[in-house]
């Protein structure tokens, strides 16, 4: 089954869903011994899921004795990080190029494919308008491949694209799913306007977008039954979103839509959603690599496209919700990584 592909500026070709590697961070969604993550990487690049995401507890080492293992006819996979800053940092050339380098070094490569820069503090604007110089810089000396961004707000990625110049980020990383959807108020234009694309996480909060959760009873938040980030994306469902009543109404007609392209899955509808604005470049979408394979389903992504009837339904079920008012309550992209 062949993947949708997209062209991640200026011209790398890559397929619109993209394994998220945070689930290896913590015991908590469960482990697999480090051959096992290796071989499940295999499995995924020969179907075809050659782009991998984040850097979180092993991943970035993971990669790269991944990338290491490879025959020289295998395809290349295409490795995405991030550098985080979240305490107050004086910025050099020195320091930002120590950490593209710590990252190199890991990622056993002579060039990051995308490097996506996260800033905690929006008050030291010139903290982060000179790592971007900086990033840039050895960008042109072919450290990078390609720069984006990680959840950063509407305003801070104009005046980034305004100072640096269209072309200076492809892509901004940030939460976008039938529940959160801020993008749609602002970040959407400026895809549009300067030519870079939105990468999605989140897109089915956790794995509460699926058919397991259909039907179940409103899940205690810090029940044994669900992983981090399930409980991250419950409390924003009833405490920025709606109620657990509402959700389940979601959830069954996407299992209704579902069934009218052939049974695909709650998953594979909630990923369509997300990948049929125009610009989401990807979804991240995280995997337990080693302990579950979901490629086949996921695949099945790319077999359907949602119809007007479709659309209209689930418009009809989000303005019941407080999703458009989420822009508000919670703030813009990335605003709840960071202190009021």
């Known amino acids: 089954m062949e993947l949708e592909t997209f062209t991640l500026a200026p011209a790398t070709k890559l397929p619109r869903i993209w394994i998220g590697l945070w689930q290896l961070s913590s015991n908590a969604w469960g482990s697999a011994p480090a051959q096992r993550v290796r071989d499940a990487m295999n499995i995924h690049l ?11 507890g092993p991943a970035e080492g993971l990669f790269g004795h991944f990338l290491r293992s490879l025959s020289t006819d295998s395809p290349r996979p295409f490795g995405a990080t991030k550098w985080c800053v979240f305490e107050p940092t004086e910025i050099t050339y020195e320091r930002v190029l120590a950490a593209v380098n710590d990252r190199l070094e890991r990622m056993h490569t002579q060039r990051i494919d995308l490097l996506q820069f996260f800033w905690q503090d929006y008050r030291d604007r010139d ?40 072309g200076c980020i492809v892509s901004n990383q940030v939460q976008f ?22 990468l999605a996480y989140g897109t089915l909060c956790g794995g509460l977008l699926t058919d397991r959760w259909l039907g179940r009873p409103e899940p205690e938040l810090y029940s044994g039954q669900l992983n981090p980030s399930q409980r991250k994306y419950l409390d924003v469902i009833l405490k920025a979103w709606g109620t657990w009543d509402l959700f389940q109404a979601l959830l069954q007609l996407l299992r209704d839509i579902g069934d009218r392209h052939g049974g695909v899955s709650i998953a594979n509808v909630a990923t369509r959603w997300v990948l049929e604005h125009e610009f989401v470049g990807a979804v991240i979408i995280g995997a337990r690599l080693g302990l579950s394979d979901n490629t086949d389903d996921n695949a099945r992504v790319f077999t359907f496209a949602l119809t007007n009837r479709d659309k209209t339904d689930i418009e009809a079920i989000l303005a019941r919700s407080n999703s458009s008012r989420m822009i508000m309550s919670i703030g813009d992209c990335g605003a709840e990584y960071r202190a009021a």
């Not at 020969?46 to 850097?55: E, L, P, R, S």
């Not at 900086?134 to 104009?158: M, V, W």
């Open 127 to 166: 903290g982060y308008l000179n790592a971007i110089e900086h990033l840039l810089s050895l960008r042109s000396a072919g450290k990078l491949r390609n720069l984006g961004l990680c959840n950063f707000d509407t305003a801070r990625t104009e005046e980034i694209c305004v100072t640096f110049g269209a």
């Open 177 to 198: 799913s039938l529940i959160d959807v801020r993008p749609l108020h602002g970040m959407n234009d400026l895809c549009q306007k300067y030519g870079f694309k939105v």
């Open 46 to 56: 020969g179907k075809g899921y050659i782009a991998f995401a984040d850097h979180y």
